[in-house]
């Protein structure tokens, strides 16, 4: 992000799409656009990008990029899809720039793109005709199947993976939609029907872990006999990488807000009856709001309720709500909007993202993690997991940057789990503390750094995990590798 001018926020820009200005330069008009068309558009004055075969004039936007000139100019008079993918894809650029459309790209025929598609995701080093033979091969692996009783309708996805988890499993049920989903790494498969007869809001979710076997099993609402499951939807039955499968949103009910700092709060929402979900340590979810008219999505971390004390019992997931700590600010878009829902309102939620993998964890025996500010909340899962659950770590220790006393979150919750738990330590910096504070400050340095992270022994297997502004996690990614860290030891959560 780069700081941008006054009067340059996203709320202005939502403003400036408001006023009926002609922001295209095209009086409303759609054209078709070619290639050697766009690429004309090439300048800062005179800047067109393509999305996903739309193409967009952003010459207006520029001022309003929160992530710069520069890097919008990047994309300048070509297609942006790679590059909007890899910084923000969850950005609804269509309802952002629904003003700035200019037209569709001309359409260029191009040889078998399906199987070219296949070819390149799946089967690189193979011909285009071993093609169809191999890609019925996945379907070995993942497959699905149905039956029915008299009241009840079961579906069941054989996965033959051996690890499977109520984790890697989202389903939702809205009406007479079905969605079911299965996680495997970077992939996903996708069961999704609109189903032959309604169901009732409830089902149940059983996993085989050690076969991989998944049953989603429905209550028919009328006990009738269905000949068919019901009519496959576009993405039914298929498998494909998870950055190209597009974020499902189901709506969640506001059920509680409590203050945990003077700008934080901790939001409860529920998930509804018919949406089996949970959101694995170290990910995050999107929550979307229509704002004066446009849709905006922004990424939170889900934490726990509290900080479970005793470790005896890792089921602390009751698997019916999402727990957000979220700091309000005086001046942000969401964060107010955020504050303004009342207690039974409803906002939509998505499903799960993110790139941490607890066996980074599993094979640690220190673990180190450095939070700034609301950068807490990935480390609450984390710290419950690797206290709960990993029996190699010696030490774990949270070292929590924040501007003063009264910023630091869940402060006496850490404080008692550092009594209670001898193996976790919690060290408190601060940036700008009263005079009476007797803790560390400053910021985050080398040499704070190379002070407070002792490894248990010398050579001991160390992760470290940093999370908060992204200059401070930057910094801190740098200031690491120049101790002497490895890329494998870092952990940096980002978007
Ligand atoms: P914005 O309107 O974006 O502004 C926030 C504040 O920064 C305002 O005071 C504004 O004036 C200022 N500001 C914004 N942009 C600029 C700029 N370019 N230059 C100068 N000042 C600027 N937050 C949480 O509280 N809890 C979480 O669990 C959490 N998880 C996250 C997970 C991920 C993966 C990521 C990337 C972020 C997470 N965030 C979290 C941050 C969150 O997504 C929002 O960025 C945050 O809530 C602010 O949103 P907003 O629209 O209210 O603020
Ligand atoms: P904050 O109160 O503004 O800052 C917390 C601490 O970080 C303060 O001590 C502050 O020192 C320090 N800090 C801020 N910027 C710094 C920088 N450039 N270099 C060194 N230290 C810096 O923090 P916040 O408002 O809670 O913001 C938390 C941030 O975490 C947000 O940007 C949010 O997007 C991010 N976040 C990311 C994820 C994720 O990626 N998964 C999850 C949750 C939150 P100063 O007094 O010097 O500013």
């Not at 709320?11 to 690429?39: N, Q, Y």
């Not at 070819?119 to 699905?144: D, E, G, K, N, R």
């Not at 709060?265 to 509804?272: A, H, I, R, S």
Request: glycine content about 6%; charged content about 25%.
């Amino acid at each position: 992000q780069v700081p941008l001018k006054p009067g340059r926020s996203l709320m202005d820009w939502i403003r400036l799409t408001k006023s009926g200005k002609d922001l295209t330069g095209l009086k409303g008009r759609l054209i078709e656009v070619t290639e050697d068309e766009l690429a004309k558009h090439n300048r800062k004055e005179d800047c067109w990008v393509c999305i996903r075969g739309l193409v967009y004039n952003v010459t207006p936007y520029m001022e309003y990029h929160p992530g710069g000139e520069e890097e919008l100019m990047k994309a300048a008079g070509a297609d942006g899809t790679d590059l909007f993918d890899q910084v923000h894809r969850w950005v609804n650029y269509e309802s952002m720039l629904k003003e700035c459309l200019v037209g569709r790209m001309a359409f260029k025929p191009m040889a078998a793109p399906k199987v070219k598609f296949i070819q390149v995701m799946f089967f690189p080093f193979f011909s285009v005709t071993s093609i169809y033979i191999f890609s019925f091969l996945y379907f070995l692996f993942y497959s699905y199947d149905w039956f029915q009783t008299d009241g009840l309708i079961t579906i069941v996805i054989y996965t033959k993976q051996k690890d499977m988890n109520a984790e890697l499993v989202i389903v939702d049920c809205q009406d007479k939609r079905l969605r079911g989903e299965i996680i495997l790494d970077d992939h996903s498969y996708l069961v999704e029907v609109e189903l032959d007869h309604a169901v009732q809001d409830d089902f149940t979710v059983n996993i085989a872990e050690k076969v991989g076997k998944v049953e989603i099993i429905l209550r028919k609402k009328d006990n009738v006999h269905w000949q068919v499951l019901g009519r496959p939807l576009e993405s039914h039955n298929t498998f494909i990488k998870r950055v190209d499968r597009g974020l499902f949103y189901r709506r969640c009910k506001l059920v509680s807000k409590t203050e945990v700092t003077h700008d934080t709060k901790l939001f409860c929402f529920m998930l509804p009856k018919s949406t089996h979900l949970q959101v694995p340590t170290g990910q995050h979810v999107y929550l979307k709001q229509i704002i004066a008219g446009t849709e905006v999505v922004k990424p939170y971390t889900p934490v726990l309720p509290s900080l479970p004390l005793d470790f005896k019992e890792p089921s602390w997931h009751d698997g019916a709500h999402v727990y957000l700590m979220i700091k309000i600010y005086p001046c942000g878009l969401f964060t107010q909007a955020l504050d303004h829902l009342q207690i039974g309102d409803c906002i939509s939620v998505s499903s799960p993202e993110g790139n941490f993998k607890k066996s980074q964890v599993q094979t640690s025996e220190d673990l180190f993690l450095l939070a700034a500010g609301t950068g807490f909340t990935p480390m609450v899962k984390l710290l419950n997991f690797a206290l709960a659950e990993v029996s190699c770590l010696r030490t774990v220790k949270l070292i929590f940057f924040n501007k003063t006393e009264d910023d630091i979150l869940w402060r006496n919750q850490l404080e008692q789990l550092a009594l209670k738990d001898e193996r976790f330590e919690v060290q408190f910096v601060l940036s700008e503390p009263a005079e009476d504070w007797v803790g560390k400050q400053g910021k985050i340095s080398p040499s704070l750094l190379s002070e407070c992270m002792k490894r248990s022994r010398k050579d001991s297997k160390v992760l470290i995990c940093i999370c908060g502004p992204t200059p401070f996690t930057e910094q801190g990614v740098q200031y690491l590798k120049d101790l002497g860290y490895s890329q494998e030891e870092l952990h940096a959560f980002t978007a």
